[in-house]
């Protein structure tokens, strides 16, 4: 009866995105800091020479989210470094979740076992440290720095989105998203040269790729042609007093993989059970619509 029950609150679910998806009118320009108080918008984080941009971008999204869906009431910041020390495939190894991950198992490790805060398990590193010397440091630790108890924040579900209009449905409708983008050398550049403008691969090799948190979009005027843009957030900390790590990014043509990369979670605590009966976990899978029948099996 279980599984029933389930598959019918998903289907519900879903529907209620078809039905605000198309009742949405979006808006020209948005950038979701407008539209919601939280503590968690100010919070830039430095990833410093640790390749868990994965873990950097989940955790700002989850922490955003949960403010969002709150009102504002609850600015739950959660922790980045459980998602990179106490995931299976990363306890034991040497470079952890510095040695990268997907960002749906972050999402899922937050469904399905819930994190911390941020202040619980802060990022042990210090500025300009040498991570590669000092990995000792990340450690799956079963209590908080101050070694008072653990409390998690769990979310509902997770799922995958793909392009650019219903990642802006998306996030006008329910917050910011985390997306992934191929990495090649100029970008490094564009960063280190203050960012200015909007960033689109022109030269250098690939070396990667790297994972942001998407905030909202825009539109500029390049050369008197207009020119639509991701508004980002970077894990790369603070290059000036008030920087607060955003950048801009080619938008519409899936540039550099951009809007094919794309994964979000849910807090959404407006999932209520009859009889006031606790709050069902969608736990464990990632669904879309179309691949609904396969859930749970």
């Not at 043509?253 to 979000?264: A, K, L, P, R, Y």
Request: aromatic share 14%; net charge positive; charged share 30%.
């Amino acid at each position: 009866m279980s599984y029933f029950i389930l598959k019918l609150l998903k289907i519900f679910l879903e529907l209620n995105f078809i039905n605000s998806i198309f009742s949405l009118k979006l808006d020209e320009e948005y950038d979701v800091r407008e539209h919601y108080k939280c503590e968690s918008f100010k919070d830039v984080r430095d990833q410093m020479g640790c390749a868990g941009c994965w873990a950097f971008s989940v955790a700002e999204v989850i922490s955003d989210r949960i403010c969002i869906d709150s009102g504002g009431k609850d600015q739950t910041i959660v922790s980045e470094t459980e998602l990179l020390t106490c995931m299976s495939f990363y306890k034991d190894t040497i470079y952890k979740g510095c040695k990268r991950a997907r960002r749906s198992d972050g999402f899922k490790y937050w469904v399905s076992k819930g994190l911390p805060t941020k202040s619980c398990k802060p990022f042990p590193f210090k500025k300009k440290e040498k991570i590669k010397d000092n990995l000792q440091k990340l450690q799956c630790e079963n209590l908080c720095h101050d070694k008072s108890k653990i409390l998690r924040n769990r979310g509902t579900f997770y799922k995958q989105i793909y392009g650019e209009k219903s990642m802006m449905e998306e996030i006008q409708t329910n917050g910011p998203i985390t997306a992934g983008f191929k990495y090649y050398t100029d970008f490094g550049e564009f960063w280190a040269n203050g960012r200015q403008g909007i960033y689109e691969h022109k030269y250098g090799n690939e070396d990667g790729s790297h994972a942001i948190k998407i905030i909202g979009w825009g539109n500029e005027k390049i050369n008197g042609k207009n020119t639509k843009y991701w508004l980002c957030v970077n894990s790369w900390g603070k290059q000036y007093d008030n920087d607060d790590g955003t950048f801009k990014f080619l938008r519409g043509d899936n540039h550099c993989g951009i809007e094919t990369s794309v994964v979000t979670g849910y807090k959404t605590s407006k999932i209520l059970s009859s009889n006031n009966e606790p709050l069902i976990a969608l736990e464990n899978h990632f669904f879309s619509f179309k691949n609904l029948s396969k859930d749970f099996k």
